[in-house]
């Protein structure tokens, strides 16, 4: 009887365990990180009698979860690509949200240009150039706008990255917790709740950034970072850190716990996202609107200063900008100091440049590591990729030393209009050249510009006299000096910062006479020049103008956020049968467990007879012996 009790009390505890188990499955059935429970069962080993063997009932041995390593691992990288995605998303939508909200500034470019039409129409008129002016505030107010919801993201990003490094450190030190706690209670006989916490932070982790696992023999988990940094190991996290960039104060980047800069390092989730995007999309955006500005005011300033004002001067400018940004190196040992101008407008890019002295000699590269010509002037000036840089000489630079230039970063920002009087529009053109009518050659006036309006004697003029048909000479009429030359038909003949190009066969004896304009009030030669700027290669060697740069950048950004919203098309995707296959395996089904709760009641309920007819059959044997 004691055999056939025993035999009767395991199943009762067995299926006791088994419902307690379908009844926490049931309970938890909405629980995130909840791996699905089952009871593992195994017969009793019974004993011998010589001819035979009964059996002698069931134990329990383990509560085990339902659980792969492999799906585990695919939920998590998935998740850190999805929320990498997501993340990636959010900011250039934000970013094409900026664009459309400073206004339509490829109208206000449009108008600016139309303006110069409207003041050539009427060079005269006051209200037309006070018009120009207004377009002109217009336009640079819609630039100041946009670059200020650029740098404005670049604050977002940097508040970001210092929040999720927070929260990875956060997640890193539980699950070192989890880890020790798991440790304690040995590989086997670890709760399976704190695997299921431990589980569930670890996918919060991947979420943040890319990680790897390792699991180790005492149950314990290590956790590494995509670019090789650990994160976790047994009960220790290494928390991740923030610093200032050694070139940029106002930037965050992302340091190991030895405080080592990983940022370039860091890839996957929404860390590596936000380290992404400022780096491949933020930046370009910021210098390619301060490179269209740049070579808005640029050509604008010089067309203006080739032409005359309403007072019979040569144009002054009408847009001020600042030029290239430069940073010495936190690491730098001497407080020499870096000049930057811009030299060649057409030849300015759009990247940023790291500028290093080892000693003897400065080199140049770009922020992500292209080495760029740097040529030595011989004046103490260096120049390269349409930049003229002018080392201190005092302090000097020492071995080691590096800035970062930033030729366009913040030129939108500084765009601002100059010129307030309407009058100082140039409209007129400064140069006039007329041919001698005793002339008897072919050759005939093509174009008169100022090339340098600095040259103090550019509107003093000159007389260009042929001594035969391939050559001339150059009287100045103020000082009397003569030069003399050789004709090409259609080269430009240069002098006191005067160009003229002729065309034809002059004959010796003929003369041009090159002048200032002295009908000012109604040309209108220079504000035509100046409209034709619309569609005026001024970038990349003089085949970009400033209207196809910011049509550039809008059309950039939109692939960007076009992209970014496939991408996470993709991933959503991706994530969802990572984690479709992985809970068809760990999830609780609830018509499953309500199936299971009926057989397991049934289970004991039938022990429970068991142990009935095991009491009844005793004492009838009792009662047997009793009388």
Same mark, same amino acid.
């Given at each position: 009887?004691?055999?056939?009790?025993?035999?009767?009390?395991?199943?009762?505890?067995?299926?006791?365990?088994?419902?307690?188990?379908?009844?926490?499955?049931?309970?938890?059935?909405?629980?995130?990180?909840?791996?699905?429970?089952?009871?593992?069962?195994?017969?009793?080993?019974?004993?011998?009698?010589?001819?035979?063997?009964?059996?002698?009932?069931?134990?329990?041995?383990?509560?085990?979860?339902?659980?792969?390593?492999?799906?585990?691992?695919?939920?998590?990288?998935?998740?850190?690509?999805?929320?990498?995605?997501?993340?990636?998303?959010?900011?250039?939508?934000?970013?094409?949200?900026?664009?459309?909200?400073?206004?339509?500034?490829?109208?206000?470019?449009?108008?600016?240009?139309?303006?110069?039409?409207?003041?050539?129409?009427?060079?005269?008129?006051?209200?037309?150039?006070?018009?120009?002016?207004?377009?002109?505030?217009?336009?640079?107010?819609?630039?100041?706008?946009?670059?200020?919801?650029?740098?404005?993201?670049?604050?977002?990003?940097?508040?970001?990255?210092?929040?999720?490094?927070?929260?990875?450190?956060?997640?890193?030190?539980?699950?070192?917790?989890?880890?020790?706690?798991?440790?304690?209670?040995?590989?086997?006989?670890?709760?399976?709740?704190?695997?299921?916490?431990?589980?569930?932070?670890?996918?919060?982790?991947?979420?943040?950034?890319?990680?790897?696992?390792?699991?180790?023999?005492?149950?314990?988990?290590?956790?590494?970072?995509?670019?090789?940094?650990?994160?976790?190991?047994?009960?220790?996290?290494?928390?991740?850190?923030?610093?200032?960039?050694?070139?940029?104060?106002?930037?965050?980047?992302?340091?190991?716990?030895?405080?080592?800069?990983?940022?370039?390092?860091?890839?996957?989730?929404?860390?590596?996202?936000?380290?992404?995007?400022?780096?491949?999309?933020?930046?370009?955006?910021?210098?390619?609107?301060?490179?269209?500005?740049?070579?808005?005011?640029?050509?604008?300033?010089?067309?203006?200063?080739?032409?005359?004002?309403?007072?019979?001067?040569?144009?002054?400018?009408?847009?001020?900008?600042?030029?290239?940004?430069?940073?010495?190196?936190?690491?730098?040992?001497?407080?020499?100091?870096?000049?930057?101008?811009?030299?060649?407008?057409?030849?300015?890019?759009?990247?940023?440049?790291?500028?290093?002295?080892?000693?003897?000699?400065?080199?140049?590269?770009?922020?992500?590591?292209?080495?760029?010509?740097?040529?030595?002037?011989?004046?103490?000036?260096?120049?390269?990729?349409?930049?003229?840089?002018?080392?201190?000489?005092?302090?000097?630079?020492?071995?080691?030393?590096?800035?970062?230039?930033?030729?366009?970063?913040?030129?939108?920002?500084?765009?601002?209009?100059?010129?307030?009087?309407?009058? *100082?529009?140039? +409209? &007129? @053109?400064? !140069?006039? #050249?007329?041919?001698?009518?005793? =002339?008897?050659?072919?050759? %005939?006036?093509? /174009?008169?510009?100022?090339?340098?309006?600095?040259?103090?004697?550019?509107?003093?003029?000159?007389?260009?006299?042929?001594?035969?048909?391939?050559?001339?000479?150059?009287?100045?009429?103020?000082?009397?000096?003569?030069?003399?030359?050789?004709?090409?038909?259609?080269?430009?003949?240069?002098?006191?910062?005067?160009?003229?190009?002729?065309?034809?066969?002059?004959?010796?004896?003929?003369?041009?006479?090159?002048?200032?304009?002295?009908?000012?009030?109604?040309?209108?030669?220079?504000?035509?020049?100046?409209?034709?700027?619309?569609?005026?290669?001024?970038?990349?060697?003089?085949?970009?103008?400033?209207?196809?740069?910011?049509?550039?950048?809008?059309?950039?950004?939109?692939?960007? *956020?076009?992209? +970014? &919203? @496939?991408? !996470?098309? #993709?991933?959503?995707?991706?994530? =969802?049968?990572?984690?479709? %296959?992985?809970? /068809?395996?760990?999830?609780?089904?609830?018509?499953?467990?309500?199936?299971?709760?009926?057989?397991?009641?049934?289970?004991?309920?039938?022990?429970?007879?068991?142990?009935?007819?095991?009491?009844?059959?005793?004492?009838?044997?009792?009662?047997?012996?009793?009388?």
């Amino acid at each position: 009887m004691a055999n056939m009790l025993g035999i009767g009390i395991s199943g009762l505890n067995a299926a006791q365990v088994a419902l307690n188990t379908v009844g926490n499955n049931l309970a938890n059935v909405d629980t995130a990180g909840y791996d699905r429970q089952t009871v593992v069962q195994v017969e009793r080993i019974g004993q011998s009698n010589g001819r035979l063997t009964v059996g002698a009932g069931v134990d329990v041995v383990s509560v085990q979860r339902q659980y792969s390593q492999y799906l585990t691992n695919s939920v998590w990288n998935s998740n850190s690509s999805l929320q990498r995605a997501d993340t990636f998303n959010d900011l250039t939508t934000t970013l094409n949200g900026a664009l459309a909200g400073s206004g339509n500034l490829q109208g206000a470019l449009d108008d600016f240009y139309g303006a110069f039409s409207t003041v050539a129409g009427a060079p005269s008129d006051s209200s037309t150039r006070q018009a120009m002016l207004g377009d002109t505030s217009k336009m640079v107010s819609m630039f100041n706008t946009l670059a200020s919801q650029f740098t404005a993201q670049q604050r977002q990003v940097n508040t970001q990255i210092s929040n999720t490094v927070d929260s990875i450190n956060d997640l890193t030190k539980n699950i070192a917790s989890l880890n020790q706690q798991i440790s304690q209670a040995g590989p086997s006989g670890a709760p399976n709740s704190l695997l299921d916490q431990r589980d569930s932070l670890v996918g919060q982790l991947s979420g943040y950034v890319g990680v790897s696992n390792v699991q180790e023999k005492d149950g314990t988990i290590s956790l590494y970072s995509t670019s090789g940094q650990a994160l976790v190991s047994g009960n220790e996290s290494f928390a991740l850190g923030t610093a200032k960039d050694p070139y940029d104060a106002t930037r965050t980047n992302v340091t190991d716990a030895a405080g080592n800069d990983i940022t370039s390092k860091i890839s996957g989730g929404s860390l590596g996202a936000l380290i992404d995007y400022r780096s491949s999309v933020l930046d370009p955006a910021q210098n390619q609107l301060g490179q269209a500005a740049q070579a808005l005011a640029s050509s604008v300033n010089a067309q203006q200063a080739k032409g005359l004002d309403l007072n019979g001067k040569l144009g002054s400018p009408i847009l001020s900008i600042g030029g290239p940004d430069v940073m010495g190196s936190s690491a730098n040992t001497s407080n020499a100091t870096m000049a930057a101008s811009i030299s060649d407008t057409s030849k300015l890019g759009t990247s940023d440049y790291i500028i290093s002295y080892d000693g003897t000699a400065w080199s140049m590269r770009t922020t992500g590591g292209q080495n760029v010509p740097l040529t030595d002037n011989g004046d103490g000036t260096l120049s390269g990729a349409g930049l003229t840089f002018t080392p201190s000489t005092a302090p000097p630079a020492q071995a080691g030393d590096s800035f970062k230039i930033q030729p366009t970063r913040n030129a939108a920002s500084t765009l601002a209009v100059a010129m307030t009087d309407p009058s *100082g529009i140039a +409209a &007129a @053109s400064a !140069l006039v #050249t007329t041919a001698d009518k005793a =002339n008897t050659g072919t050759g %005939a006036i093509g /174009s008169t510009s100022v090339t340098d309006p600095t040259n103090t004697a550019v509107l003093d003029g000159a007389t260009i006299t042929f001594t035969s048909p391939t050559a001339y000479s150059i009287t100045d009429p103020v000082t009397g000096t003569t030069t003399t030359g050789t004709y090409t038909a259609g080269q430009p003949i240069t002098v006191n910062g005067m160009s003229v190009t002729l065309s034809g066969a002059p004959a010796a004896g003929d003369k041009f006479t090159v002048a200032a304009n002295t009908n000012g009030l109604n040309d209108n030669g220079n504000a035509l020049d100046a409209a034709k700027l619309a569609d005026t290669g001024v970038l990349d060697g003089g085949k970009t103008s400033v209207l196809d740069a910011y049509g550039n950048l809008t059309t950039q950004i939109g692939s960007a *956020g076009s992209q +970014a &919203a @496939s991408n !996470l098309a #993709t991933q959503t995707s991706l994530n =969802n049968q990572a984690v479709a %296959a992985q809970q /068809s395996l760990s999830g609780v089904n609830q018509d499953e467990e309500a199936a299971n709760l009926v057989k397991y009641q049934q289970s004991y309920q039938a022990a429970a007879q068991v142990i009935s007819a095991a009491q009844t059959i005793f004492t009838s044997l009792i009662n047997a012996v009793q009388s």
